[in-house]
């Protein structure tokens, strides 16, 4: 055995004699031997020893006094992070590499003439959209391309810097910060869009040779990449919008269907802007839910917060009418949303459109749904599918999220993504 590993051993052995010194000092009957063979039955034993020097500290000293526990964050207390729509960036294309001054010297040939590289390229700053992407939160204020290599000597060229590759949401538009024009719109998986240029390597000294000048004693500086403002947008913010009237349950529903934590509460228009929730299916495919403001009678006509909310209607590709089943009448909700929608923009009710009938852990709301699915077949409305549910207590979640991925699967929500 070697000294050092002699040395490890010793050590390794004083700590764990040390830990049952411990454990020893509480508990006298048990062999130091029982400790070496049994070392997880030990963890458990000094572990069942402290709770019992606990408990009679406890009982010593403040028998009464209670346990203090971390105070528990209420849901409220823990917003979900705020949905991001648009990003204000700053690219800057990395500087291209200096070319290099240098001149070769053989022993053969001591004036053997320029022998500077040219530098390598600065990378581009690229935005490529992305499936795996579902919001701009992550997107930076300012970006900059790496910088190309210098130019080396022997004729030794710089090496090009990788491209910055930012992923970013399907769907995003690219406008011109300072006009606001939309310069692109990456609407399928892997499209890019050239955000900033990097800047070209400079030329070495080598370059300028020429029969005037045999030695010249000049290189490039490497440029320096494009500096571009531009403004990311989300034209698409969910797969699915919760639409229904203020203190309808939508922010409950979103927090139970996903890890989104909206503010709940029991007055009207707590929700002021949208928030996006990830629904994630086994196989991995995700899902986003955007709880979007409360709509009040004559939204269309900017009361309540109006056209803000119906604006984000139009961003989302399917919708979930969610119809409070504890109030008099719920139909009149559902033709209200409708109405306003219509008046607003007729063509948001081509949407595929779900009901979610929400509270009906309340009394009277099974028998309220009867008279709402009535009520749906004497309009006409029949072919809208109505999932009862009650957000609030978890109940028939399942069904609902089969329902959305079955909507997904068969109208290929991404491919409507793409061309809308
Ligand atoms: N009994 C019952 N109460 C619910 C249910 N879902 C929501 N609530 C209650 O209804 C109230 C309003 O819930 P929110 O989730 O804030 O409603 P909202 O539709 O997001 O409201 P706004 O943000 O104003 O549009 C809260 O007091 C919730 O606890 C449910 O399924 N059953």
């Not at 531009?230 to 939508?250: Q, S, T």
């Not at 209607?313 to 089943?325: A, G």
């Not at 004497?378 to 959305?404: C, D």
Request: hydrophobic share 35%; charged share 20%; with cysteine.
């Amino acid at each position: 055995m070697s000294l050092i590993s002699h040395v490890r051993k010793r050590i390794i052995l004083n700590r764990f004699v040390s830990v049952i010194d411990l454990s020893l000092n509480v508990n006298n009957s048990t062999s130091t031997e029982s400790f070496i063979h049994s070392n997880s039955s030990n963890l458990k034993l000094s572990k069942q020893i402290k709770s019992e020097n606990y408990q009679q500290n406890v009982e010593k000293y403040s028998p009464a006094a209670p346990l203090r526990s971390l105070k528990k964050k209420s849901s409220n207390d823990n917003y979900a992070t705020e949905f991001i729509d648009y990003k204000y960036v700053h690219v800057q294309g990395g500087k291209g590499g200096d070319g290099m001054i240098c001149f070769l010297q053989l022993w053969s040939n001591p004036q053997a003439g320029p022998s500077g590289g040219d530098g390598g390229h600065g990378g581009h700053v690229i935005f490529e959209a992305s499936k795996n992407t579902k919001s701009l939160n992550h997107i930076k204020s300012k970006y900059t391309g790496e910088q190309g290599e210098n130019g080396m000597r022997k004729d030794m060229f710089g090496k090009n810097a990788q491209h910055l590759i930012i992923s970013v949401p399907i769907g995003t538009l690219v406008k011109n910060a300072q006009t606001g024009q939309i310069v692109a719109d990456l609407y399928c998986d892997q499209m890019k869009f050239l955000a900033a240029k990097g800047g070209s390597g400079g030329k070495g000294n080598h370059y300028f040779l020429s029969n005037k000048n045999r030695h010249p004693n000049v290189a490039e500086i490497g440029a320096q990449g494009e500096n571009n403002k531009w403004i990311l947008e989300m034209k698409i913010i969910a797969h699915a919008g919760l639409v229904g009237f203020p203190n309808a349950g939508k922010s409950t529903l979103l927090s139970a269907l996903s890890r989104a934590r909206p503010k709940v509460a029991s007055y009207p228009f707590t929700t002021l802007k949208p928030s996006v929730g990830i629904v994630q299916y086994e196989d991995m495919e995700q899902l986003s839910i955007a709880d979007l403001p409360g709509i009040i009678p004559e939204a269309h006509c900017n009361k309540g917060l109006g056209l803000d909310f119906l604006k984000h209607i139009e961003r989302c590709v399917c919708l979930f009418f969610v119809i409070d089943m504890s109030v008099d009448n719920p139909f009149e909700q559902l033709r209200i949303l409708m109405n306003e929608l219509d008046l607003y923009k007729s063509e948001l009710l081509q949407k595929p459109i779900t009901i979610i009938a929400n509270k009906m852990d309340m009394d009277d709301s099974h028998m309220k749904l009867k008279i709402f699915q009535k009520n749906l077949d004497t309009n006409n409305l029949s072919h809208l599918k109505v999932i009862p549910v009650s957000g609030k207590y978890g109940n028939n979640l399942t069904e609902l999220l089969i329902h959305f991925r079955e909507l997904y699967d068969s109208q290929n929500l991404n491919n409507q993504n793409n061309d809308e």
